[in-house]
Structures are given as structure tokens and as C-alpha cells.
């Protein structure tokens, strides 16, 4: 075994690869090939979440059904309450007007 | 878009989109910049480019998170739920295949 050439091992190599169909890299050089072999990632992770039912965006979509969000409802509802007892957010300042803050800064 | 989304979720679905739209650009730069038989040159500008791209479009900025609640720990990837979910909806029989077990 020791007797046997260099040349001749190569060319037995090259010879696999050939057989073989892989890619004669003699000095393992990093080709960057398994960047463009692997698989996309992107479109499985894409589908990840299932969609779920959107009653907000049907309802928008076809007015004419008269599909009510019953979640959204008692939302508004819940604000007209509580502006009633006080507690609903404070009015938005005008853009000259000044607030608060402002006036204690100075 | 899930049951329950919140910003985390939200997040997340971004990150996945964007890793889906800028998937091939980043492979190609990935693949230049590591190949050793290009100029050194090309591969550092290769590897530059890759540093611009954005948090969310690298595919380890996505994670699994439930799909019932937003939780991000304990997750059953196959059922894309939390464990307190998964054992909620395996009991009222939500989940195919599933069966509460005791030894």
C-alpha cells in the first residue's frame, strides 16, 4: 500500500467522484454549496399561523350582510359608559393651544 | 393572523414575512461570502451587504409562539399551541389523535 503514488490516488479520487457525481474538492475547500442546496425556509414559516376568521373585515367588506362584531360593540359601548361616569380620555389639544406641561415648564 | 395577537405576535409575523421575501438575496450573499475559492475582496462585500439587511429578515429572529394565546415558552410546534393550551384543547378533544394518557 505504502508503494502506491500520489498521482495515482488523485486520479482514483477524481475517478470516484465522477462515479459518484460529487464535486472533486482535493483541498476541502468551503464552496458556500450548502447555502444554495438547502431547502427555502421562508414559505413554511410563512405558514405557520393559520389564518383564523377576521368578523371585522367581512363585516367591512360586505356591509350589505349586516354582520355585527359583537366584541367591537360592547367596545364602544363600554366608552360611552365610561365617558358618562368621567372617566373617558382626556380631550386632544389644538395644535396652538398648550397643555399643562407645557405651561409648568416655563 | 391568530385568535390572540399581540405586538410579540405581530412581530414575529413580520420577522416571517421578511425572511420569506428576502430569503433568495440573503442565500446569494451567504453563498458568495462563504464560498473560499472567490477574491477576498467580493466575499467582504458580500459580507457587508449581508449586514445591511434587517433584523426581521433572518430566519433566527422567528419563533414559535402560540397560536392561542401569544405565550412564547412551552410550545408544541406541531400544534402551534402552549402547553396549558395544548392540554386544554386535547381534552375537549380539539386535537386529533391526542389522548390523555395514565400509567
Known amino acids: 500500500m505504502g508503494n502506491v503514488r500520489q498521482s495515482t490516488l488523485e486520479a482514483l479520487t477524481r475517478l470516484r467522484c465522477s462515479i459518484f457525481q ?12 450548502k447555502y444554495l442546496r438547502a431547502r427555502l425556509r421562508g414559505p413554511s414559516m410563512v405558514k405557520y399561523y393559520p389564518p383564523a376568521l377576521n368578523i371585522s373585515a367581512i363585516a367591512r367588506q360586505y356591509p350589505a350582510l349586516g354582520i355585527v362584531d359583537e366584541k367591537e360593540q360592547q367596545r364602544f359601548q363600554d366608552i360611552i ?26 | 393572523m391568530p385568535a390572540y395577537s399581540n405586538a410579540r405576535v405581530i412581530r414575529d409575523m413580520k420577522a416571517r414575512n421578511g425572511v420569506r421575501v428576502n430569503e433568495l438575496a440573503r442565500r446569494a450573499y451567504l453563498y458568495v461570502s462563504r464560498n473560499q475559492s472567490l477574491p477576498a475582496q467580493v466575499r467582504h462585500q458580500a459580507q457587508l451587504q449581508l449586514n ?32 396549558f393550551q395544548f392540554r386544554q384543547q386535547a381534552l375537549a378533544g380539539n386535537l386529533n389523535g391526542v389522548k390523555k394518557a395514565s400509567w
Open chain 1, 22 to 33: 460529487t464535486t472533486y474538492n482535493p483541498t476541502r475547500i468551503r464552496t458556500g454549496a
Open chain 1, 81 to 106: 359608559d365610561r365617558k358618562k361616569r368621567g372617566k373617558g380620555a382626556p380631550k386632544k389639544l389644538k395644535k396652538n393651544e398648550d397643555g399643562k406641561r407645557a405651561q409648568k415648564k416655563r
Open chain 2, 52 to 83: 445591511t439587511f434587517g433584523k426581521y429578515t433572518r430566519p433566527s429572529t422567528v419563533k414559535n409562539r402560540c397560536y392561542e394565546t401569544g405565550r412564547g415558552r412551552g410550545i408544541m410546534s406541531e400544534f402551534a399551541l402552549c402547553r
